[in-house]
């Protein structure tokens, strides 16, 4: 009998409840997973909206280029048993320009696909260089012939579909050559466009035997992107300077700007890459190694929204256990000074309120962005919860007092997740000091509920 009666004392005790507590919170951990898969679905759902607006409108375009692309062969001799064979096999070397200049200004505009708004751009960009005289032996040692004549300028660029205007190699002292579609070779993933310069005129190929002479080029371009533009530094010196009306430019890539300046009309940046900054040769054997190897080097700006709702509602979500805690502690605190007790399904039912504040954030960000949705989620969810606490304790004033605390939350979270770089330090301390007040406040608290079974 002693026994039964000293598990009902714990049962009824406060550190039993605590411990239930404790135990509400870690079963919230299962909803609050499924918050986070609902907000990586429609993380994923805006991204796809940006690639079908891609698809149609034009997609993160990347230029690369231009390369010199030369066809020449090479003699291979094998030997089986006592016979020696010779065969003739055709290889490609690549060339890069000496100088190469980008200049170029994107207009750019938001377009809507559902609710999704994804940055878009028409582009203009003009490529000005020289090309040296290229050297085959450079590349190869032992060559058997070099095709001069069938040389080709290569142009990459990620999204060939969004080119508006056809484009021209322009040369010095020579007939505007008009480019081609594709790369001009096989066994290569690149897209793009290719001229051959068999008609660059007498300047370039006095002799079909002769090599290149130098010369200097320059290609105007017309096409659609959206989100990114970016450009390779493929060039011994690369300059590029770049000009748009988006005023929320992030510049990334291999290479941050030289000079840039942002306004709230637009932005204006330029770059100045040498050779030895991207270690890549300045000629090389195609099958050694594509066109692609300076992709990695490439660099540019994209064109973010100032505020991604998606990443600020998944950061307030990883708070989401730390303020449902505190919440709970708040509602004990106030059942120790009160008469009535709360039911741990009440408890239950708070908690899952709290989680459901960020399906209600995340489906009104994406209607109203994030600073209003936050205001309406955050007032709609204090205040219900306020009012259930109230009623729960029977008591207006501690009604009242759960508003302050859930206001107080919402507050401290909209501001930890404005900080950024310190964010955690702010989530840190906050947990800390509502950690130090819980424990201080309830230093006189008795846990056993000896007291009160003595005194009844």
Known sequence: MDLLEAAGRALRSPAFKFVLILFLVVVLLIPLALVYALIVERENRAASARREVGQVWGPEQRVLGPFLVVPYTVRIETVQGDKRFEQIQERR???????????????????????????????RLKLSGRFGAPRIADVAAEVAAVRWRDTTLVLGLTGVSGLKEAATLKVAGATDIPFAPSVGFPGTHLTGIHAKLVGAGASLLPDSDQPLQPFDFAVDLVFNGSVSLTVAPVARDTRVSLTSDWPHPSFSGAFLPDDRRVTATGFTASWKVPHLAR?????????????????????????????????????????????????????????????????????????????????????LAEHLGFTRAYLSASIATGAMLGIYVGAALASRVRGLVMLVVFALTYAMLYLILQLEDYALLAGAILGFLTLATVMFVTLRVDWSGSAREAAS
């Open 93 to 123: 070397a690549v060339f890069t320009p000496e100088v190469l200049e980008v200049a170029g200004r994107a207009e750019a505009k938001t377009l809507r696909r559902s609710i999704f708004e994804v940055p878009v751009y028409a582009a």
């Open 279 to 363: 270690s890549v040769p300045e000629a090389w054997g195609l099958a050694d190694g594509g066109l692609e190897r300076l992709q990695p080097h490439a660099f540019g700006v994209t064109m973010i929204d100032p505020v991604d709702f998606y990443s600020l509602v998944n950061r307030a979500a990883k708070y989401g256990i730390m303020f449902v805690a505190m919440a709970f502690m708040a509602v004990f605190c106030l059942e120790l000074v009160s008469r009535r007790r709360v039911h741990p399904v009440q408890y239950l039912f708070t908690g899952i309120a709290m989680v459901f504040f960020y399906v209600l954030l995340l489906s």
